[in-house]
């Protein structure tokens, strides 16, 4: 089965930190261009982070500059997103793409994690 599965959201306080995964089961991600997206309530869905196939093209949206990395294990086909000092802000429903051609970011979505709730609350 072909398949995103998100997860390591949860409920955070202001200032700390999570990791969301995204595992790719199926096929490989070394083809792929992982983008993560988040849609608060109310509001439209946000590009967050991408990162080309190679790793040469990373973007991060200005909001999470500095506090947010995108990686990826090519041995595990994982993508993840290191969120340092997380904000209120941040709260919102996450999830991962996985998009072509890979060579660029927020190309096409050939598939979507299910996603995970991130909470940043005190």
């Known amino acids: 089965q072909l398949r995103l599965v998100d997860s390591g959201g949860g409920l955070v306080q202001p200032g700390g930190s999570l990791r969301l995964s995204c595992a790719a089961s199926g096929f490989s991600l070394d083809f792929y261009a992982i983008g993560w997206f988040r849609q608060a309530p109310g509001k439209e869905r946000e590009e967050v982070s991408c990162s080309s196939s190679g790793g040469d093209n990373i973007n991060y949206a200005e909001s999470v500059k500095g506090r947010f990395t995108i990686s990826r294990d090519h041995a595990k086909n994982t993508a993840y997103l290191q969120m340092n000092d997380l904000k209120a802000e941040d709260t919102g429903f996450y999830y991962c793409?996985?998009?072509?051609?890979?060579?660029?970011?927020?190309?096409?979505?050939?598939?979507w994690g299910q996603g995970t709730q991130v909470t940043v609350s005190s």
């Open positions: 793409a996985a998009m072509v051609p890979g060579y660029v970011c927020f190309g096409t979505a050939e598939y």
